[in-house]
């Protein structure tokens, strides 16, 4: 832990590890204010592409945290990015939400339902027979099939619902063609994360609620990897995997509370030492 509370950098997932839908999860709002008050860089690094950066920043704010837009990072700007890098002025057929629609919109990449070059999916609440169907079409007439992410759940106030990688399953197994997904653990995006905190690999910290995900890409990256319990991920599926966290929290509440015992500690070193 003290190496830890350490870093000069925190990349942080947000479902499962901020909250749960719109509830604040415990020990947060003490972390956030650990991270300023510390001046650590820090980065909300979500796989979810339905909101957009200044979305997420207002749920955060109704919930009573004060955080700049600056500091979210969505795998539907990945996606954009990564389209846009692509193949400039692209044509898409997309099912998702604003958030989605709007990173694509911003990189000059067009709507088209009729003659698209890619077909692009996210997480949607309008997700239908009718647009899975037209998806599989433009598919099978040559538009190449992307994901915004792997996520095949979302933890939620009401438990685990359907996410990005579920939702386009369907497409995959319809056209007989694999997605190339952008979120994480795509390096793509995380490359793009740590440039946005501008710290090193090695002096930034992943947290996360996903084993598959937020800790594959933290140790593919060379960062210090931190599964939190308060999500997806319980004590016994990190045995499913074959690889580790280096930390296993309850939830990020426990960071801040190890830094004060960490200054208490050092209080009765220091008058001990008197």
């Not at 009729?114 to 999916?121: A, L």
């Not at 099978?140 to 579920?166: F, K, S």
């Not at 800790?215 to 004590?235: F, K, M, P, Q, W």
């Not at 929290?249 to 801040?256: A, H, K, R, T």
Request: aromatic residues 8%; negative net charge; hydrophobic residues 40%.
């Amino acid at each position: 832990m003290k190496a830890l509370l350490q870093k000069k950098g925190f990349i942080c997932d947000m479902d499962g590890v901020i909250y749960h839908g719109d509830r604040l999860l415990p020990g947060v709002r003490e972390f956030v204010d650990w991270l300023y008050a510390e001046k650590k860089e820090f980065l909300f690094l979500t796989n979810n592409s339905a909101k957009t950066q200044r979305e997420l920043q207002a749920k955060l704010s109704r919930m009573g945290l004060d955080i700049d837009e600056k500091h979210f990072y969505t795998s539907a700007l990945a996606t954009a990015e990564f389209v846009a890098h692509q193949k400039p002025g692209a044509r898409a057929f997309v099912i998702g939400e604003p958030g989605l629609l709007n990173a694509l919109y911003e990189r000059g990449i067009t709507i088209d339902e009729t003659d698209p070059d890619y077909v692009i999916v996210g997480e949607s609440r309008n997700y239908t027979y009718d647009s899975i169907c037209r998806a599989a079409r433009c598919v099978n007439n040559g538009a190449r099939l992307i994901g915004t992410n792997t996520d095949l759940t979302a933890p939620t106030e009401w438990g685990q619902v359907p996410a990005c990688r579920a939702l386009v399953a369907p497409i995959e197994l319809a056209t007989g063609k694999e997605a190339y997904y952008v979120g994480k653990p795509n390096p793509l995006m995380m490359r793009t994360g740590l440039n946005l905190l501008g710290v090193h690999s090695q002096d930034t910290a992943i947290i996360g609620d996903r084993m598959d995900t937020d800790i594959v890409a933290g140790i593919e990256c060379g960062l210090d990897t931190v599964l939190v319990l308060s999500g997806v991920t319980d004590r016994e599926g990190i045995e499913h995997f074959p690889y580790r966290p280096r930390l296993v929290l309850n939830g990020v509440g426990d960071i801040p509370a190890a830094a004060a015992q960490d200054r208490k500690d050092l209080v009765l070193l220091e008058n001990d030492a008197g």
